[in-house]
């Protein structure tokens, strides 16, 4: 493994649909075309799916819903193939979140203090999630050694050949897509003639209760179980300029004290368009020159916009101050760009690399990733755009 533009998957890839079929609650089976398909990319990455298939033509033979047993065979094998699929072409891996059904709900689910609302909120795209509501001091209510995070990062330790990326949730995301009653209730008394002020202190409050009951003692388990890398995942970082420092107090309360372990934050979709002089990742500034030293990567959304030159121009700017590893988002993972069948040439992303470099002033700084998750895509396509950075950023490394 090259150390100069290292290659890593940001997060997600999509389910096979095979898997997805057999683990419905609505009596669906897997088709014989997805059982082909679960058995081709099986075959592509050299794992033994031949378990998986036989639970696959059984169901369909008995129409009879899973056992805990098969259903476990069933995310494994997919966990596996995504895990070697991944290891074809990046040096950096994961196991593209496949025991996980969406960032949200997968941690708050397991909070006790929160409670979702019948309502679904609605992002960009098909992105949507099942809001929660805090209602009392947010904690685990399971016990670490049963924590589903663990237990996913220990699989694709003891399977996977190549260096590990753990993603996980950030605590200011996970304020951000709840709604806060209690640490309103709580701070309403001392801030009522002031809302904008209270909201914020709620905010606060909610962000670093998260980050020490919650994310921390995740952080904590997958540093006991061997993990060296952890990734934080906080797409609404500019959601709200003013909060930003809140988003800083929350990754610290995470990682200080943790030693040892790469930290890094992955950042998408930044604020475009805002009321003031700054905006995109400028927007993070002075701000986040106050994390604490161990998170010294941002992994990024790029390629989306094309203006690297703007884009990365503040982490330029500051570097004198502080330096960070850019983990350069450097193929679009949007659903425009599939539905119109567009994808990145090796050649592009080794002139993205290369723009990187030169704004940053430091090669050793760049990684090489897409923009985010690619669990929106087919499988069919989320390989093309990892054949297209690996090829790019080989390109990039011959000069």
């Known amino acids: 493994m090259s150390n100069l533009f290292q290659t890593y998957e940001v997060g997600s890839l999509p389910k096979l649909a095979a898997r997805v079929s057999a683990l419905s609650t609505k009596g669906t089976t897997a088709t014989e075309k997805s059982i082909a398909e679960f058995a081709r990319y099986g075959n592509m ?29 069933v995310i494994d094998a997919n966990a596996l193939i995504n895990t070697r699929l991944q290891e074809l072409w990046l040096d950096i891996v994961y ?45 685990l209510m399971v016990s670490l050694d049963e924590l589903p995070v663990i237990k996913e990062f220990e699989f694709v330790r ?103 372990i790469k930290f890094s934050l992955h950042i998408c979709y930044p604020r475009r368009v805002s009321l003031t002089e700054e905006s995109g990742y400028e927007l993070l500034f002075p701000h986040v020159l106050n994390l604490n030293p161990n998170v010294n990567h941002f992994s990024l959304e790029l390629a989306n916009g094309d203006q690297y030159e703007r884009d990365l121009a503040v982490f330029a700017r500051y570097k004198g101050q502080r330096k960070f590893e850019i983990g350069a988002g450097l193929v679009d993972i949007t659903l425009e760009r599939q ?55 080989e390109l990039a490394r011959r000069g």
């Open 339 to 393: 539905d119109r069948d567009l994808i990145e040439t090796p050649e592009t992303v080794r002139d993205r690399i290369a723009r990187a470099a030169k704004i940053l002033g430091d090669h050793n700084l760049v990684y090489a990733a897409p923009d985010c998750g690619l669990r929106q895509l087919t499988m069919e396509r989320s390989l093309r755009l990892y054949e297209v950075l690996a090829k790019g950023a």
């Open 95 to 139: 196991d593209g979140e496949g025991r996980r059904q969406e960032m949200y709900r997968e941690v708050v689910r397991l909070i006790d203090g929160f409670k979702f609302l019948p309502e679904w909120i609605r992002s960009r795209g098909p992105d949507s999630w099942n809001a929660a509501v805090c209602i009392s001091e947010p904690r």
């Open 158 to 260: 003891d399977h996977a050949s190549k260096p590990v990326k753990v993603p996980m949730d950030d605590p200011f995301m996970i304020a951000n897509m709840s709604v806060d009653r209690h640490y309103k209730g709580v701070l309403r008394p001392q801030y009522e003639n002031d809302p904008r002020k209270l909201r914020y202190e709620a905010k606060r409050a909610l962000t670093l209760a998260l980050a020490q009951n919650v994310i921390r003692p995740q952080v904590e388990a997958a540093v006991r179980g061997g993990a060296k890398w952890i990734q934080l995942d906080i797409p609404s970082a500019t959601i709200d300029i003013e909060h930003i420092p809140i988003l800083v107090d929350g990754v610290n309360a995470v990682v200080d004290g943790i030693e040892g």
């Open 45 to 73: 990455a050299q794992v033994d799916v031949s378990q998986a298939l036989d639970i696959f033509e059984r169901q369909r033979s008995e129409r009879m819903p899973l056992s805990e047993a098969e259903r476990t065979a």
